[in-house]
């Protein structure tokens, strides 16, 4: 079957008084029906950019360059404003990292997520929208909906409220959900809250999940299939177990390596992959993890390596995968 | 809320109380008095006024026969203009600067939030530049030379406007331009930079995210939290613009509070210089209480218990 979100070579840049910012640089991946893809990567990998260019959310600085999205098919990036706000909500809704900041202080949280009904389906009446909100808190288990419609985000916890998020996500039963970074700004136990009622939503409603974090472990809570983003540019795709039982790239390998392990040694210490991401308004020609990378070669440096297909329905960005590397010092042959 | 409002009223009393006495203590620390001139008066007739009006009574007795007078709205009489009382000259003239201020006002509200919002919605381009560049006059040139420019091109070249008096609604015109000019600009920049802050905020990403129009994500979630810091400022401003400005009563010759105000200090007129001042205060000081209201009203994480 089609995936619901193919997107393909996509380049997405700020304009800034300093200079073009590249901050997405020819981004392909596919979405399954169903499914749950992670997007992860460090901050300015170019993954919250890559979530926003679909939704066409970039603001006044940014441009879609070049690419294709297709939503079921169907091409986005030519679509005008009108259009996408069809989309936006309807077809493809989005939560946003930090609960705290993301709903408006001044209008009952009710009507927020009533909005979204307003909005997309005009037929319905004021009291079947308040119907339909209070059935949704009680999908996102929120306790005593029918008194919560009146009350405003400063009387709710942050779990509440990303909880209030993710139902005005879902209120139109949209296609594709992107996640970006929804449990970063939460306590940990929240977090599990959160990531649980994601995934019992996602089989109760059979949507498709885009989830962008920068959290492995999170990832492995939720997703089928993980791109490892850096420097605006996809370094490695695999499904959940491939990326975590047997990495390909060299920054995925980091990656791993900087996340404490429970059956580890204690007295070891976590590794962290040394130096900070590359400049994006003057983008390395080669590799960008290159100047971080300790495998790194002549030709890292100086040319973009290409994808390699390291297996079944994988790939990694990685001259050191080429066929024509040489044997020694390859650490992944 | 009942308990509120009754602390509130006490506070305001107070802060009242607390001006009087500041004012009544400075005005009597400057040297001289409301008799002293360039023409001598007479030792006889000199303790004779200062005898009339108990200004011999010890400084402590003056106050409180004063503030016991304030208490059932006396303001006592002017030293000054024989008698005349101080209700008398607010009388005349807060009716004047009252229906000039409230004009301005309105007038000041109409331009500048639509001027702000505007700016921000265009930001950088060139109408931003141009509503940016007049508040920047507005705000830089006193409203005295503002308002002899005016005159000079719309009453005195093109004979438009009248040149003073306000018998007809076009002698308003000018005498409102000139007013309200700063609190125009100052409000337009303000509107602006908030509209701004806040369109840069997460929950309107969220809601531009839901796929509503832009118009309903400006007026519907924009709008009214960019209008907090606008509020807060508006309470000051109401006050200033309904009580008057000397300058521009005096240059346009109408009869409101500001020259009385004026007249009194440069005169000394003890009892004119306190309860103008008190009057003024309290005008303030209820106007900022209305702001608070108002903000409970657009802003429900303020609850006052």
Redesign the interface.
């Known amino acids: 079957m089609e995936p619901i979100l193919q997107v393909r070579d996509l380049h997405t840049s700020f304009l800034t008084s300093n200079g073009e910012v590249q901050a997405v640089r020819g981004v392909s991946f596919d979405v399954e029906r169903g499914k749950t893809l992670g997007i992860v990567g460090e901050s300015g990998s170019g993954k919250s950019v890559t979530s926003l260019s679909i ?1 066409k ?1 970039l603001g006044s600085t940014g441009k879609i360059r070049a690419g294709s999205i297709k939503l079921d098919g169907e091409e986005l990036t030519g679509k005008s ?1 009108k259009e ?7 077809r493809i ?2 939560i ?1 990292q ?1 609960p705290m ?8 949280l009710g009507d927020q997520v009533g ?2 009904l307003w ?2 389906k005009k037929e319905m009446s004021k009291e079947k929208r308040d119907e339909k909100v209070i059935e949704l808190f009680r999908m996102v288990r929120i306790p005593e909906p029918e008194k919560r419609l009146k009350a ?1 985000p ?1 009387e709710f916890s942050g779990g509440m409220r990303q909880r209030v ?1 993710i139902a ?1 996500a879902l209120a139109c039963r949209p296609e594709l959900l992107i996640a970006d970074e929804p449990t970063t700004a939460l306590d940990v136990s929240i977090q599990d809250q959160i990531l649980k009622l994601m995934r019992s939503l996602q089989q109760e409603m059979g949507m498709s999940i885009m989830f962008i974090t920068h959290d492995l472990g999170v990832v492995a809570e939720l997703a089928d299939r993980v791109a490892v983003m850096y420097g605006g540019l996809i370094m490695e795709e695999a499904d959940i177990y491939s990326i975590f039982q047997n990495p390909m790239h060299p920054y995925t390998i980091g990656l791993l390596a900087s996340i404490p392990d429970m059956n580890q040694d204690k007295s070891k210490r976590l590794v962290p992959i040394p130096g900070s991401p590359p400049d994006m308004i003057r983008p390395p020609k080669g590799c960008p993890f290159a100047p971080r990378c300790q495998y790194a070669m002549r030709i890292c440096a100086n040319e973009m390596p290409p994808y390699v297909k390291t297996g079944e329905n994988r790939r990694s960005m990685c001259w050191l995968l080429d066929p024509e590397a040489p044997e020694t010092g390859n650490p992944f042959r | 809320m009942t308990k509120f409002l009754l602390k509130r009223l006490g506070m305001m009393l107070l802060t009242l109380f607390l001006i009087t006495l500041l004012t009544f203590i400075l005005m009597h620390s400057v040297p001289g008095g409301p008799f002293t001139g360039e023409k001598q008066v007479s030792k006889a007739v000199l303790d004779a006024l200062n005898e009339k009006y108990k200004l011999n009574d010890p400084l402590w007795k003056q106050f409180f026969d004063y503030v016991g007078g304030l208490l059932r709205f006396d303001l006592g009489p002017s030293f000054k203009y024989q008698g005349k009382t101080v209700n008398d000259f607010i009388e005349n003239g807060f009716p004047y600067s009252a229906k000039l201020g409230g004009i301005t006002l309105i007038f000041v509200l109409l331009a500048s939030i639509p001027m702000g919002i505007i700016s921000a919605l265009k930001n950088g381009k060139w109408q931003d530049m141009l509503l940016m560049a007049i508040a920047t006059i507005g705000v830089t040139i006193p409203s005295f030379v503002i308002a002899t420019g005016l005159i000079y091109i719309f009453s005195f070249k093109l004979s438009w406007t009248p040149v003073y008096g306000v018998d007809s609604w076009k002698g308003y015109i000018l005498p409102v331009i000139a007013m309200g000019g700063y609190s125009v600009s100052f409000l337009a920049r303000l509107m602006r930079s908030s509209l701004l802050d806040v369109m840069g ?3 309107i ?10 118009t309903r994500v400006i007026f ?2 924009a709008l ?2 960019a209008l907090i810091p606008v509020v807060t400022v508006l309470g000051p401003t109401v006050a200033n613009l309904l009580t008057g400005s000397f300058v521009i009563e005096k240059i346009f010759a109408i009869p409101g509070m500001g020259g009385y105000f004026v007249n009194s200090v440069t005169q000394r007129d003890y009892t004119t210089i306190v309860g103008m001042t008190v009057f003024y205060a309290a005008f303030l000081i209820a106007m900022v209480f209305i702001v608070d209201i108002f903000y409970c009203l ?4 303020i609850r006052y218990d």
């Open positions: 939704l959310l404003r996408m706000r069809s989309i936006r909500g309807g809704a989005m946003f930090d900041t993301s709903l408006n202080p001044l209008i009952p909005e979204m909005e997309h405003y400063h998020m005005m | 905020q997460d929950y990403r969220t809601a531009r995210a839901k796929g509503i129009s832009e519907k979630h009214r939290n657009i802003d429900p994480r």
